[in-house]
């Protein structure tokens, strides 16, 4: 395929107000779906229900690049002011998500819906971006395997402070469990498979271990709720305030499931043995992948029983007999993704800023109390 780099003068910029305009939205972005490589996160299903979903005030834009009247790449623009430190004031923007606490959504494989008949460059993007006013622009979770034809140029670093953070995604290739004739355990370590041995065993003298899978949207939403209740008493405990202790967040994942559970791209298990729960799980399937996106467990005092791993577990196995083809944890390397997975994909977390006096002041005193409580961590232990 032969790609043609498009110049800032090719291209006219439009600002919509998905409130307002919700149709012209709507049919922009499935025309552009239509040709591009998206996650469940970009679909129409998603972000109908986010938009439906978000509170009035929101301050949700809609940016559509055209060239030759026709759009050929479109995304979403958060925008909030905040004050930081109780000092420094800036204008924030955000790659399809709003950057509230109280109605923030993780957004994974976050990208820009681009034609992929051409490259559009970050700093073609930048110079004709709509709101002018802006001082820092957050792209999160964004990967680059969903649109490789959007270019982010070396040259930027000139104009801007670039902060980049790489993330993986670990996945497991359900194709691998397939071929090793439903033996997942085989896929992992001696370890992880002796665990994970002795966590069955432990639950099987309770009664028969297995997965039950939501049939009904009622039963889906029950799934959830009791999800929820797990999911909340295991976070609260750690001190945090956990997913759903958001009334958007909530709320939210209600109108998901109550829109998209009978287009077959919600799924909710509950793992068991006899009467008594394992744990839950919720994931998104799309495109042959499971996004595992949310789970709640009951933790035994016993430390034999892993309810966790032994939930994946069961997912890995009844997702992988459906011909599914990938069961992704989503972005966090953290010891219990690394351990079940066979593959990992990858995600960056990227900060633009504009040169300002503000950020600098900013950053040097960021960098002077770090400095400073190194200092002092280090004094507390050398007197240990």
Wanted: proline residues 3%; charged residues 25%.
């Amino acid at each position: 395929m032969t790609f043609c780099e498009i110049k800032s003068e090719e291209v006219i910029i439009k600002l919509y107000n998905p409130t307002l305009q919700f149709e012209d939205v709507k049919e922009i972005w499935i025309n552009l779906l239509a040709k591009c490589p998206h996650s469940f996160f970009l679909s129409w299903g998603w972000k109908e229900v986010w938009l439906k979903s978000l509170p009035d005030a929101s301050n949700i834009s809609f940016v559509v690049g055209f060239k030759e009247k026709k759009p050929i790449f479109a995304f979403f623009i958060g925008s909030q002011t905040k004050i930081r430190r109780g000092v420094f004031r800036t204008h924030q923007i955000s790659l399809n998500s709003t950057l509230s606490k109280s109605t923030s959504l993780t957004i994974e494989y976050n990208a820009i819906l681009v034609d992929p008949k051409i490259t559009l460059s970050l700093e073609t993007l930048i110079q004709q971006m709509p709101i002018k006013n802006w001082d820092e622009f957050y792209l999160n979770r964004i990967a680059s395997s969903y649109f490789p034809n959007f270019k982010i140029n070396d040259n930027l670093q000139n104009k801007f402070i670039i902060q980049k953070e790489d993330l993986a995604s670990h996945y497991i290739d359900l194709k691998k469990v397939r071929d090793a004739d439903m033996n997942y355990l085989s896929l992992l370590s001696n370890n992880r498979r002796y665990k994970l041995r002795r966590s069955i065993e432990a639950y099987e003298k309770n009664g028969n271990v297995r997965i039950i899978a939501a049939d009904t949207e009622d039963e889906a939403l029950l799934m959830l709720e009791e999800l929820k209740i797990l999911h909340q008493k295991t976070w609260v405990g750690r001190g945090k305030p956990g997913s759903f202790a958001r009334d958007f967040y909530c709320e939210f994942h209600k109108n998901l499931i109550a829109n998209r559970f009978n287009k077959n791209e919600i799924q909710l298990l509950h793992a068991a043995c006899g009467n008594d729960t394992i744990g839950y799980l919720y994931s998104f399937i799309y495109n042959g992948q499971v996004y595992n996106y949310q789970g709640g467990f009951n933790y035994l005092p016993k430390k034999v029983f892993i309810p966790g791993l032994t939930c994946h577990y069961l997912a890995v196995l009844y997702n992988a007999t459906k011909g599914l083809d990938t069961y992704d944890f989503l972005a966090g390397d953290v010891e219990y993704k690394r351990s079940l997975s066979t593959d990992f994909a990858e995600m960056q977390n990227i900060l633009i800023q504009k040169k300002k006096v503000k950020f600098a002041i900013e950053n040097r005193l960021k960098h002077t109390y770090l400095s400073i409580r190194k200092l002092k961590d280090q004094f507390i232990n050398n007197g240990k």
